[in-house]
Each structure stands twice: as structure tokens, then as C-alpha cells.
Antibody
Framework: EVQLVESGGGLVKPGGSLRLSCAAS????????MSWVRQAPGKGLEWVGR??????????DYAAPVKGRFTISRDDSENTVFLQMNSLKTEDTAVYYCTTESYDYWGQGTLVTVSS | DVVMTQSPLSLPVTLGQPASISCRSS???????????LYWFQQRPGQSPRRLIY???NRDSGVPDRFSGSGSGTDFTLKISRVEAEDVGVYYCMQGTHWRTFGGGTKVEIK
């Protein structure tokens, strides 16, 4: 059974940093491209970014609102993908979901609140 | 950026009646490989999104056959042939041809 479990969310002040993790199981993680999608309270879904598998160069791409502030990385030995969030703004407040790049499997989400 | 426009915003439906959601993109979603990367997701209250349809019309495993997707180019539709109580939630389209963009969502509720 495929499982994606996010962790690391919490309350952080504007300008602060947070690192989210997503632990994957039930599939060959090293073969998968992985994505992050977020959802602000009461709002719709917003694509954040994705990371390719190492055999496709392992590079990451980002949505414009987070480019230069967020970094996606992966540790295939731990079957985990990370989202490093720096220079956080109040508008980054959202539930952050980890998903496969085919969007067929999603985690339960982790809430990030940016507030003073 | 590709803009995805869904309508209606809210869709009250009588149980057992059909429902239809429209999704329009600002550019053609036909990719260079000939595929059209248009997805539909269901998000029930308090739950994570769930993929229902991929590449316009392919239903995911376990998705009831009352759900169907159609369309081409820039105009796409998700249809529910007979709405059931468990179909309540918000439905999103997403394009995966030009980066990724979600539609604003359509809330399906029972009249």
C-alpha cells in the first residue's frame, strides 16, 4: 500500500524557516518524481514545486511565488522528500501536501502557519 | 501562465440527478507528445485530494463509473451521471502540460 506521511509543520514567524518532510512507502521511491501542493485555509489547491528522480538529473522546479525561497530535495536512502522553506511570509500559511508527480497518491498534509 | 477557469463555483444537485463541471484553459493543453495532461480531483470535506481522472478521460482505479471526463484542446468537462451523497465535496481540474495549474474549484452539494 502506498503511503505518504508529511511532518514538520507548525507555527513560525514571518521571515523564519521551516523544513517539511514526506516519508514514502509502498513504491519504488527512487524511480518517482515527487511534488508539493499547498492549500491556504478555505482556498483552493496551489502547485508549489516538484523534484525529478536522480536518473533524470534530480533537479527541482518551483512555482513563481516560492522560487528563490523554497528548496525541494530528496534522500532516496530514506525514501523521503523535503521542502525547505525560508523567508516565510504570512501568505505561505497553508496545508502542505506531498504527492507523487502523477498526482495519484497524496499525503494527509501538514499545516504551516506563518504569523507574528 | 496557463489559467484554468472552472464553472460553476457552486453546484447544488438533487440526489440521483446528473451534474456537470466545466474547466477551460487559457491555452491548448495538447503536449508535444500528443497527450493532453488534464486531471480531475475530488476533495471531500476534511480530506486530502483524490485523483479521479487523468489525461482527460481515464478513470482511476476504484472510481465509480458514474464519473466521466471529456473534452479536448481548451475545453473539458467532468460529469457525474447520478449524484450520490458521498460525492459532496470540491472538485478541481489541473493542467500538467505547461507546468501545473489548478482550477479554482467547484463545490458540489446536495439540494
Amino acid at each position: 500500500e502506498v503511503q505518504l506521511v508529511e511532518s514538520g509543520g507548525g507555527l513560525v514567524k514571518p521571515g523564519g524557516s521551516l523544513r517539511l518532510s514526506c516519508a514514502a512507502s509502498g513504491f519504488t521511491f527512487s524511480d518517482a518524481w515527487m511534488s508539493w501542493v499547498r492549500q491556504a485555509p478555505g482556498k483552493g489547491l496551489e502547485w508549489v514545486g516538484r523534484i525529478k528522480r536522480k536518473t533524470d538529473a534530480g533537479t527541482a522546479d518551483y512555482a513563481a511565488p516560492v522560487k528563490g525561497r523554497f528548496t525541494i530535495s530528496r534522500d532516496d536512502s530514506e525514501n523521503t522528500v523535503f521542502l525547505q522553506m525560508n523567508s516565510l511570509k504570512t501568505e505561505d500559511t497553508a496545508v502542505y501536501y506531498c504527492t507523487t508527480e502523477s498526482y495519484d497518491y497524496w499525503g494527509q498534509g501538514t499545516l504551516v502557519t506563518v504569523s507574528s | 501562465d496557463v489559467v484554468m477557469t472552472q464553472s460553476p463555483l457552486s453546484l447544488p444537485v438533487t440526489l440521483g440527478q446528473p451534474a456537470s463541471i466545466s474547466c477551460r484553459s487559457s491555452q491548448s493543453l495538447v503536449y508535444s507528445d500528443g497527450n493532453t495532461y488534464l486531471y480531475w480531483f475530488q476533495q471531500r470535506p476534511g480530506q486530502s485530494p483524490r485523483r479521479l481522472i487523468y489525461k482527460v478521460s481515464n478513470r482511476d482505479s476504484g472510481v465509480p463509473d458514474r464519473f466521466s471526463g471529456s473534452g479536448s484542446g481548451t475545453d473539458f468537462t467532468l460529469k457525474i451521471s447520478r449524484v450520490e451523497a458521498e460525492d459532496v465535496g470540491v472538485y478541481y481540474c489541473m493542467q500538467g502540460t505547461h507546468w501545473r495549474t489548478f482550477g479554482g474549484g467547484t463545490k458540489v452539494e446536495i439540494k
